[in-house]
């Protein structure tokens, strides 16, 4: 019997373990370049891709997981925290289903790749 009921407990966590969600995750981008990780969300929160302009004319982004309850909202960071000086308002729209956050945005294997072409060209022109 204890058998059985371990068997039935190691097949549950193996199916929630299997139905997490899986996001990409950047902290902070800016313009079109946001360099980016997967993540796992927790129970709960949903994939989200954040939108917003630093000082009226820098692109900003963000990816991740966020709360449900503050998806498609509108944020202002301030800096510090604590103050009402404000560095940028950040719009958090969410979607459902696994790496639904993923354009636009930059791999680090690709910037890796692209940093190194620059390089050899650099020296090629030098």
Not at 8 to 18: E, P, Q, R, S
Request: net charge positive; with cysteine; aromatic share 8%.
């Amino acid at each position: 019997m204890n058998r059985i009921v371990f068997q039935l407990v190691a097949v549950g966590v193996l199916f929630a373990v299997g139905q997490a969600l899986q996001c990409y995750e950047c902290k902070i981008g800016f313009w079109n370049l946001c360099i980016t990780k997967t993540v796992t969300c927790a129970e709960g929160e949903r994939c989200f891709s954040g939108k917003g302009k630093a000082a009226g004319f820098v692109d900003v982004s963000m990816k991740g997981c966020l709360k449900l309850n503050k998806c498609n909202s509108t944020e202002d960071v301030n800096f510090p925290s604590s103050s009402n000086t404000t560095i940028y308002k950040m719009t958090k729209t969410c979607c459902l289903g696994n790496l639904c956050n993923a354009a636009p945005g930059v791999s680090s294997s690709a910037l890796v790749l692209s940093t190194v072409a620059a390089l050899l060209m650099a020296h090629m022109l030098v």
